[in-house]
Structures are given as C-alpha cells and as structure tokens.
C-alpha cells in the first residue's frame, strides 16, 4: 500500500472515530435534557406527553394532601392563571411550603396528574425559581416582590 492510500485510510477511519464521538455525547446529552413548562402551557398541552419536563409556579393555598404512607404527597401548582396537580412520593425539602414558589421534575400521566421525581423549593423568603419567576410574570399575575425580584437578574 503507498504512503498516500495509508494516509487517506488514516484520515478516513479518523473522521469516522470523529462522527462516532459526537453522535455519542449529543444522544448522551439529548436523553439529559429537561424543559421547564409553566402550568398555562400544560394546560395548552404544549408540554411533552411521554417525555420528562419540569413544571413550576406556586405551591396552592390549601392544596397539600398527605396520603396515609406518610411519603405520598399531593399538591397543585398553579401560575395564578392555570393549575396542574402534582404527586409525590419521597421526601420533601425543607422550604417547601404552601404559596410559595417551586419546581418540579417528572412526567405527565394519562389522566393529567404530574407524577414528579423530584421537587425544587426556594431558598429564602425573596427567591423564587427563575423559571417560576417568569412563567408567573407571564401570566400577568405577578406580586410587586416577584417582579422586583425578577427584574434584578
């Protein structure tokens, strides 16, 4: 085989080892991806059926339930416009809290309920969630300190 068939077959078994590298880490990174959707855009069936997303907004005035297991919990989230009942199994964080803001990870079952995987509460009494901050703001149904808090990032 000449120098130049040995390097073209170089070349080319390189680009392969190339396009294989990145077909990997872009599937590896696809499966990873998680959307935020706000309770209205739920609702509006924007958000996937079958796929895992994020939902956040406010917890519901009144809305938590524990069921008898002591580790199942029911709630609403709400952006002021629409709601979206959520259930959990698992442990809460400790700021988690009635009227307050969260987001929360999972999926969407076939009667319409958010069976989440995990829930994110805020970290002090002025942040909310970015996510849950703007799809608030979006809704047109902001209080004066989530807006303030919102418009200072």
């Known amino acids: 085989m000449t120098p130049r068939k040995r390097r073209m077959f170089a070349i080319a078994g390189g680009l392969g080892l190339l396009a294989l590298a990145t077909a990997l880490v872009l599937n590896a990174l696809q499966s990873n991806l998680v959307f935020f959707f706000s309770p209205t855009q739920v609702v509006a069936k924007e958000a996937p059926r079958n796929g895992s997303f994020r939902v956040g907004g406010l917890v519901e005035q009144g809305s938590v339930r524990r069921e008898a297991d002591g580790l199942t919990l029911r709630f609403i989230v709400t952006d002021t416009a629409h709601t979206v009942p959520v259930t959990y199994q698992g442990l809460l964080p400790d700021l988690f809290r009635e009227g307050k803001g969260v987001v929360v990870a999972g999926k ?36 004066a300190a989530n807006t303030m808090q919102a418009e200072t990032r």
């Open 108 to 143: 969407l079952d076939a009667n319409g309920v958010f069976r989440a995987t995990e829930v994110l509460a805020k970290h002090d009494e002025n942040y909310m969630p970015p996510e849950a901050a703007d799809a608030l703001k979006r809704a047109g149904k902001t209080t």
